[in-house]
Nanobody, 123 residues
Framework: QVQLVESGGGLVQPGGSLRLSCAVS????????IGWFRQAPGKEREGVSF????????YYGDSVKGRFTISRDNAKNTVYLQMNSLKPEDTAVYYC????????????????WGQGTQVTVSS
């Protein structure tokens, strides 16, 4: 049974940091590209960061470039999203998703999704 479980969300002050984890089970992470998406109330789901299955290449949305870092540990079947210099506009539910094959920026092309973790940036 394929499962993705996000953790690490919470309440943080502006300028603070959080590290999100996406633990996967039921498939081998090596063959899957992973994406982090987020959705704020009243807004469309947004692609935040992606990491490829083969060479580990990464992609970041313009709004998080330079502040967020995606990484993967295939041995632990876990993908991480390190979020630094957080801003109130980063507040959203963050989801990780997996697709077999190359990175895609389109959420509809991802096959498996986690339940999401809430990130709130507020003073």
């Amino acid at each position: 049974q394929v499962q993705l479980v996000e953790s690490g969300g919470g309440l943080v002050q502006p300028g603070g940091s959080l590290r999100l984890s996406c633990a996967v089970s039921g498939f081998t992470l090596d063959w899957y590209a992973i994406g982090w998406f987020r959705q704020a109330p009243g807004k469309e789901r947004e692609g935040v960061s992606f990491i490829s299955s083969n060479d580990g290449s990464t992609y970041y949305g313009d709004s998080v470039k330079g502040r967020f870092t995606i990484s993967r540990d295939n041995a632990k079947n876990t993908v991480y999203l390190q979020m630094n210099s957080l801003k109130p506009e980063d507040t959203a539910v963050y989801y990780c998703a997996a697709r077999e094959g190359p990175i895609s920026h389109y959420d509809l092309l991802y096959d498996y999704w986690g339940q999401g973790t809430q990130v709130t940036v507020s003073s």
